[in-house]
């Protein structure tokens, strides 16, 4: 299926490239960010880039066989958001 979305705002793609060039942030927390956002998107079956990268897009997720960690989107996708602003959240 073909989506012909555009966003207005940040999308999945875009936290994710954020996060890829964050040098403050350690490689472990990168990876283990970037990973959980694209398994996300996979589980939707939706791009990266039409997933809006707002906290509310990342509500509870639960996808079969496992539930993953909402916070394991939530906490990337805020960070993403405060880059932009230029206030970062506690990393957690």
Do not use: C, Y
């Not at 942030?25 to 398994?39: A, D, F």
């Not at 394991?72 to 957690?92: E, I």
């Amino acid at each position: 299926m073909s989506e012909n979305v555009v966003l207005i705002e940040k999308s999945f793609a875009d936290a994710i490239a954020m996060i890829a060039a964050a040098e403050e942030l350690p490689e472990e927390k990168r990876r283990h960010w970037m990973t959980s956002m694209r398994q996300v998107a996979k589980a939707w079956g939706r791009p990266l880039e039409v997933i809006r990268g707002q906290v509310p897009a990342a509500a509870p997720i639960n996808i079969a066989p496992a539930r993953i960690d909402a916070n394991a989107v939530k906490v990337p996708v805020n960070w993403a958001t405060f880059s932009v602003t230029g206030r970062h959240p506690p990393l957690t």
